[in-house]
Each structure stands twice: as C-alpha cells, then as structure tokens.
C-alpha cells in the first residue's frame, strides 16, 4: 500500500504555489481542506524521508519564511521561532 505525506500550509496562497511546484517536478500533489496537499510518497517510509527533504527545498524556492516540520506523517510548515 502505498503511502501519503499530507502538506499543511499557513496561507491559500502558498498551498497553491506549493501544489504547482510539486506538479511541475512529476509529483501527483492534491488540495484538499482549505490549507492542505496530499502527496503520495510511496511503500517505503525511507521514500517520505525523501519527499519531506525534497518538500523542504520547494518551500525555500517559494522564498516563504516557513520551516518544514515532519510530524506523524504530516509536514506542518510553521514560521521560523528565533
């Protein structure tokens, strides 16, 4: 079975820009609620791992002050603390 990474966003703008990056790198990202991605990640949890580094570097080309944070197989992107 394979598994999903679910993406919380802080803003609807930076889901969507967010989705549109994954798209445009061959990941099949979806928006669901109002704030979250959905992105299948494989069998593997060695393969979240990946897409959570990977994910980390698409939010830094958003040039968004957010931090990528893994938690039970979500990503929160939270602003920085210091």
Do not use: N, Q
Not at 1 to 24: C, F, Q, S, W
Not at 26 to 52: F, Q, R, S, W
Request: charged share 30%.
């Amino acid at each position: 079975m394979a598994g999903t990474i679910d993406v919380h966003a802080a803003r609807i703008p930076d889901r969507d820009k967010l989705v549109e990056l994954l798209h445009e790198h061959g990941l099949d990202a979806k928006p669901h609620g109002e704030l979250e991605i959905e992105v299948p990640c494989g069998d593997e949890e060695t393969a979240c791992d990946e897409l959570l580094a990977y994910v980390e570097g698409v939010v830094m080309d958003l040039g968004a002050t957010m931090i990528p944070i893994k938690h039970d197989g979500v990503i929160y992107l939270r602003p920085p603390t210091s």
